[in-house]
Nanobody
Framework: QVHLVESGGGLVQPGGSLRLSCVASGSGFTFDDYGMCWYRQAPGKEREWVAGISSADFLTNYADSVKGRFAISRDNDRNTVALQMNSLKPEDTAVYYC?????????WGQGTQVTVSS
């Protein structure tokens, strides 16, 4: 079983920054094999993909809505993936989820709440 634990969410004013982290662990789990993503789900909306980073060459991709403001990174030595969020907007308010994916295997964290409000 693989466990993903997110942290770093909270309340921030518009224009502010937050850094989310996700730590992965599990018996027989090789973090290096997994592509890692962040998703988010706002109240009353479907879960949406935000950003992703590949396993081997650390290629990154972003949703258009966050491009230029968010940055995803990973540390394979610490089994962690981070999401640096800058210039936050009220529409970024959501529960943010960490996702790990390798072939047919996919795992989710429990989510961390991000609220952008003045």
């Amino acid at each position: 079983q693989v466990h993903l634990v997110e942290s770093g969410g909270g309340l921030v004013q518009p224009g502010g920054s937050l850094r989310l982290s996700c730590v992965a662990s599990g018996s027989g789990f090789t973090f290096d094999d997994y592509g890692m993503c962040w998703y988010r789900q706002a109240p009353g909306k479907e879960r949406e993909w935000v950003a992703g980073i590949s396993s081997a060459d650390f290629l990154t991709n972003y949703a258009d809505s966050v491009k230029g403001r968010f940055a995803i990174s990973r540390d394979n030595d610490r089994n962690t993936v981070a999401l640096q969020m800058n210039s936050l907007k009220p529409e970024d308010t959501a529960v943010y989820y960490c996702n790990a994916r390798f072939i047919r295997y996919t795992y989710w964290g429990q989510g961390t709440q991000v609220t952008v409000s003045s």
